[in-house]
């Protein structure tokens, strides 16, 4: 299964807004830029992220992004849903029931294996990832940071964080 690079721009994002002040917020390009990535690229998954309750946006000249939610309280899987969609990767066309010389349908009263199979792996790998939170993540970095990855961002957080309202 492959996810677009959106999931990774969006759970990275996710992270970063994690660590802005309270009141602080960051905009697209402040986000695309610590990342390396196109800003209208990222606004795309950013107003996905907003749509699922995620993240707010905050309109105004010192308008961006903040999270909605505690990062304890976003999973991995919400952030993929909002970004890939709630439906599943595979999807079974009933490729078997096509072809020369098709079978009457006495044959296909079951369910699909390969189809079954694929979905009973896709429940699997989908609550993997809801077990897996972005205060998860960030305790993990922070268990093995040396202090250059929070240095870096930290020091891109005192030039770009916005403050606005709460």
Do not use: W
């Not at 905050?58 to 990062?71: D, E, I, Q, S, W």
């Not at 993997?128 to 240095?151: F, Q, R, S, Y």
């Not at 030039?159 to 606005?164: G, L, P, Q, V």
């Amino acid at each position: 299964m492959k996810l677009g690079d959106g999931v990774e721009q969006a759970i990275h994002s996710v992270s970063m807004l994690s660590g802005l002040s309270d009141g602080g917020v960051l905009s697209a390009a402040a986000l695309a830029d610590f990342h390396g990535v196109s800003t209208s690229y990222l606004l795309k998954h950013l107003q996905a992220l907003s749509g699922a309750k995620l993240v707010e946006t905050v309109p105004g000249p010192k308008g961006g992004y903040r999270l909605a939610k505690k990062p304890a309280d976003i999973s991995l899987l919400d952030i993929v849903l909002a970004v890939e969609g709630p439906a599943p990767a595979f999807r079974c066309a009933e490729i078997r029931q096509r072809g020369p010389n098709p079978l009457p349908g006495r044959y296909f009263t079951k369910p699909c294996g390969i189809n079954a199979a694929m979905l009973k792996a896709e429940k699997a790998y989908r609550a993997e990832l809801a077990k897996v939170t972005i205060a998860d993540i960030l305790a993990d970095l922070n268990a093995t940071d040396d202090g250059g990855i929070a240095a870096r961002g930290c020091a891109f957080l005192d030039i770009n964080e916005r403050k606005a309202a709460r």
